[in-house]
């Protein structure tokens, strides 16, 4: 099993990957950016008759401080319950008259308000978007209902095994960098934060040059265009963003043993990766998939299939705008920790010191493009992809760009990437307690 999850010059891009020429054919997507600065994108899409809108905002835990955490997915899931003009019931009752629906979250690299319906009603959703996110209320009582649903869930994940050693492998891996703590937040900072911290960071990050909003489905992209241009054209363009850059991560190199309470042992073995201005970052994601992509990978057949040492196992490899990371990880009875422990590492070492087959290769390539393909069937995807590599800089088209350069990747770039990179690892092992 592997979990997939870009300095955003253009530049980076240029790097990496080869834009279309510019005597290709018309592009399947068409792009304006407003006088102030929002972005709009539209895809034609007739397969079938229903609509999706994204519309994502430049904010996330990426850009957040320990105090701070967690107030970009707070505020946006406080946006959800009322408007200056609906309760949140009134908003859930409006998206599922029109056989839709509404909701929004903040993640790491990016916020999102986003909704689907039926096409034919294209015009009510995106004015329910763009009234969530132009103006919401924020009800005070309401505020304090996503707060302790908010609790709730950190509480959740800080109970759920897995979910706590890949956090703790995170700031193992990150430092005091922002990646290295979850979009959620953590309990402190929940707590602390009050409605007026909504309201100023809402103010700060709703800036219409920081926004995309992207539309798919049975539309005409003029008409679209029209609409979004009377909805957010008032917006006022920001100044310039003084955001600081992030910390330079700091990987510990050690390795961490954690005493829990727990059924099983949780097994972490990782390290920092490229970032997608390396021309090895395609190379990287498919050295992911050849050890941890499904029942054929490595860790699979050697650590469960032949010698029956993981319930579970594969390897992490997040999509960041900054470095990635690369996680081997297995689940396993607490008496199979140290053999899943050497197992995971040895297979590390083999991969670096065994190239992978043509096989393999072959193998990975496939596995990589086809969660992408498979990931982006359904109108609401496909918004979201291009909303988001947009808002992060990388250009709504990256996917298509990034498949390109996975077919171009050789077993020789395979082995300098695990040469390159999987060195001087980072372990993280839960260890059950009775």
Excluded: C
Aim: glycine share 8%; hydrophobic share 45%; aromatic share 6%.
């Amino acid at each position: 099993m592997i979990r997939l999850g870009l300095p955003l010059a253009t530049a980076w891009l240029a790097l990496v990957l080869t834009a279309p020429s510019a005597h290709a054919q018309e592009p399947p997507v068409a792009r304006r950016v407003l006088p102030n600065g929002l972005t709009v994108l539209v895809r034609e899409n007739d397969a079938a008759g229903v609509v999706a809108v994204s519309l994502q905002v430049r904010a996330g835990s990426r850009f957040e401080t320990e105090s701070t955490a967690g107030i970009t997915n707070f505020l946006h899931r406080a946006m959800l319950r009322g408007t200056a003009r609906r309760t949140a019931v009134q908003l859930a009752e409006s998206s599922e008259d029109i056989g839709g629906s509404l909701d929004a979250n903040g993640e790491v690299e990016a916020a999102e308000v986003r909704g689907q319906a039926l096409a034919v009603h294209w015009e009510t959703l995106l004015a329910l978007v763009a009234e969530v996110a132009l103006q919401p209320a924020l009800p005070p009582d309401e505020v304090e209902k996503e707060r302790r649903l908010l609790l709730g869930q950190i509480k959740s994940r800080a109970d759920a095994p897995f979910s706590f050693s890949f956090d703790a492998m995170l700031r193992e891996l990150y430092g005091t960098n922002p990646y290295g703590r979850n979009h959620l937040g953590s309990k402190e900072s929940i707590e602390r934060l009050t409605r007026d911290d909504l309201l100023a960071h809402y103010r700060a990050i709703y800036q219409p040059d920081r926004m995309v909003l992207a539309v798919s489905g049975q539309v005409e992209r003029k008409r679209v265009m029209k609409a979004t241009e009377r909805l957010f054209g008032r917006m006022v363009r920001s100044g310039p963003d003084t955001r600081p850059a992030l910390a330079v991560p700091e990987p510990s190199g050690e390795r961490r043993v954690i005493p829990r309470s727990a059924k099983q042992a949780q097994v972490l073995v990782g390290y920092l990766g490229p970032d997608p201005s390396d021309p090895l970052y395609p190379a990287v994601r498919v050295l992911a998939a050849a050890l941890g992509g499904g029942m054929a990978g490595r860790l699979f057949v050697e650590l469960r299939d032949q010698r029956g040492l993981a319930y579970s196992t594969g390897v992490i490899a997040q999509f960041r705008t900054g470095p990635i990371i690369f996680v081997a990880y297995a689940g396993t009875a607490p008496a199979s920790a140290t053999a899943a422990e050497a197992g995971i590492l040895r297979e590390l070492e083999r991969i670096r010191e065994a190239p992978v087959s043509g096989d393999e290769l072959a193998r990975a390539k496939a596995y990589v493009r086809g969660h992408l393909v498979m990931d982006r069937r359904t109108n609401a995807r496909l918004a979201w992809y291009m909303a988001f590599f947009e808002t992060v800089g990388a250009g709504w088209d990256y996917p298509d760009r990034y498949a390109r350069a996975l077919d171009a990747v050789t077993a020789e770039d395979v082995a300098r990437a695990a040469e390159r990179y999987l060195t001087r690892p980072s372990i993280v092992v839960l260890e059950p307690t009775r």
